[in-house]
């Protein structure tokens, strides 16, 4: 992966950050057990990434059979919402709005959706192709199996995708008490997130 000037690869700047929101769709709530969760972490992020007008692009997989995007997140504000059949999300009409927002490509993609073992991965597998730094958001990815969406973001750590929470995007993206948006950011991050369940390792 290409590194952009040392520390700063792990500092997100709005301005050259996408939000990639990877198939939350209605016919997932029942094969998804903690869906429910995952909809309010995605719900704050969502609307965190409004405040720091980072653009968002959405995907729905094959829409006609699985619906489209749960109606408890707000994406009006998406770049774009793009239907597809391809388990990745960068397909071609994705490509063309990165290339539309940044004249190129964004240097970050902060990526989360379902289901994380199989298009959130293959998403990520074709960013870090492209030599995009990307952010997986943990407690805004879930699989029908919690090992699945463990192990899958266990091997996208290994590739050098950073994993993260929606919590810690957001203070990252904030920076500073003094930023103009603290008053509008604050009240997100006052209630806890709901918990995901995610596997944790052995001190061992």
Known sequence: MSRVGG????????SKTLFLLCDVQEKFKPAIPLLGALIENTAKLLAAGKVFQVPLVVTEQYPEKLGSTVCELD???????????????????????M??????????AVLFGLETHVCVEQTAFDLV???IDVWLVADCCASRLNQDRDLALERLRHIGC?????????????GDKDHKSFKEIAPLVKKVSADMQLWRPSKN
């Open 75 to 97: 994406v009006k504000h998406a770049c774009g919402n793009v239907p597809k059949t391809r388990f990745s999300m960068l397909v071609e009409p994705v490509r063309k709005k």
């Open 7 to 14: 520390s700063a690869l792990y500092r997100l700047v709005p």
């Open 99 to 108: 290339t539309d927002i940044f004249g190129g490509k964004p240097r970050t």
């Open 162 to 174: 950073t994993i993260s929470t929606s919590e810690s995007v957001i203070f990252n993206l904030l």
């Open 129 to 131: 192709n492209e030599e």
